[in-house]
């Protein structure tokens, strides 16, 4: 895994999603290494959102785009 850096979501809240599924007990490890595929994750869904928002000619994204683009990318 790369280096984590200050982009990186905070722990708190993924150490809180962990927690929510289930675990008892989490490493620091797990904990950076679920923030860095959320990032990712959120990452490739903003990219695909914000083309939606271009190819429809506007430069908002909506709800909408990133409905779709969680779908797509999803699907991968």
Do not use: C, N
């Not at 290494?33 to 990032?39: G, T």
């Amino acid at each position: 895994m790369p280096q984590r850096s200050a982009k990186h979501l905070p722990l708190a809240p993924v150490y809180r999603i962990i927690k929510e599924a289930g675990a008892e007990r989490v490493s620091d490890a797990a904990k950076e290494r679920l923030a860095y595929y959320l990032e990712k994750f959120g990452s490739e869904v903003a990219k695909y959102a914000a083309d939606l928002a271009r190819h429809a000619k506007r430069k908002t994204v909506t709800d909408r785009d990133i409905e779709l683009a969680v779908e797509a990318v999803w699907k991968k």
